[in-house]
């Protein structure tokens, strides 16, 4: 795989799921350990929907670009998009839910738990009416030098 690139599709459901398909088989030629791997495609496809549910709830025309790095035994994921901005501007924190007694699960919140407990760090950006999600993955042999972070800037 080359040492970057990047897969463009439509905010739909169906394009979103085919776009998952395709950003993990290119990642697949690294040859990821099976674990990170599925971090990455959890982590991925939580963003994803994320954006399409919400960034583009009102919108039929949204694009999701998603771009792929390999830098210093780390695989950055940028997740950019030209919807609705987060709410106050800020990555969303995880939440927190007492599950004991209950019957059913909440509806909402578990995601950027998961976002935020499958990446090394995960940072979120608005800038002329984008946004961009960025995720950190560590790779055998590396370590995380911490320039992202899980706090937005």
């Known amino acids: 795989m080359p040492e970057r690139f990047t897969h463009r599709f439509r905010a739909t459901e169906l394009a979103a799921r085919g776009g998952i398909v395709a950003v993990m088989a290119r990642l ?3 040859e990821l350990p099976e674990q990170i791997a599925g971090d990455v495609e ?3 496809a939580e963003a994803i929907n994320n954006v399409t549910e919400h960034a ?3 919108r039929e025309d ?3 670009t998603v771009t ?3 830098e210093d035994k780390r ?4 997740i950019s998009d030209n919807g609705l901005p987060m709410p ?3 990555l969303p924190q995880p939440k927190t839910h007492d599950l004991s007694g209950a019957s059913e699960l909440p509806e909402g919140g578990f995601g950027w738990g998961l976002i935020h407990a499958l990446t090394n760090s995960v940072r979120y950006d608005r800038r002329a009416q984008r946004n ?3 995720m950190a993955f560590a790779l055998p042999g590396g370590e995380d030098d911490g320039a992202l972070s899980h706090t937005a800037p």
């Open 28 to 30: 697949r030629t690294l």
């Open 62 to 64: 949204g694009i999701i």
């Open 68 to 70: 792929a790095r390999l």
């Open 75 to 78: 695989l950055v994921l940028r």
């Open 88 to 90: 106050e501007g800020k």
């Open 56 to 58: 583009y709830r009102e």
């Open 42 to 44: 959890l982590a991925l």
């Open 132 to 134: 961009t999600l960025s």
